[in-house]
Nanobody, 121 residues
Framework: QVQLVESGGGLVQAGGSLRLSCAASGTIIRITAIGWYRQSPGKQRELVASITSVGSTNYADSVKGRFTISRDNAKNTLYLQMNSLKPEDTAVYYC???????????????WGQGTQVTVSS
């Protein structure tokens, strides 16, 4: 079984910064793609940023130049540095990972429980 635990959310003023972390635990063989999604009330969950096992990154247009995704493969941990935050960044942020385990060697999608990010104007 794999668990993804997010941390680092909170309340920040517009223009401020936050750093989210997502720690993966369990009998993990390999984490392939991993990324951050967010969902605000009344809206669909959307991709914020993703990163492959070799470090290739992808960002939503709305966060390009402000957010930076990174990963520490040795610690099975994902990060999202969020700068110049805007009120429209307010959402619950979820970690998502495609993980290969001994019980699921072809891979399986896992989600964290989410962490709230609130940006005040």
């Amino acid at each position: 079984q794999v668990q993804l635990v997010e941390s680092g959310g909170g309340l920040v003023q517009a223009g401020g910064s936050l750093r989210l972390s997502c720690a993966a635990s369990g009998t993990i063989i390999r984490i392939t793609a991993i990324g951050w999604y967010r969902q605000s009330p009344g809206k669909q969950r959307e991709l914020v940023a993703s990163i492959t096992s070799v470090g290739s990154t992808n960002y939503a247009d709305s966060v390009k130049g402000r957010f930076t995704i990174s990963r520490d493969n040795a610690k099975n941990t994902l990060y999202l540095q969020m700068n110049s935050l805007k009120p429209e960044d307010t959402a619950v942020y979820y970690c998502n990972a495609a993980v290969r385990t001994y019980s699921r060697p072809t891979g399986y999608d896992y989600w964290g429980q989410g962490t709230q990010v609130t940006v005040s104007s």
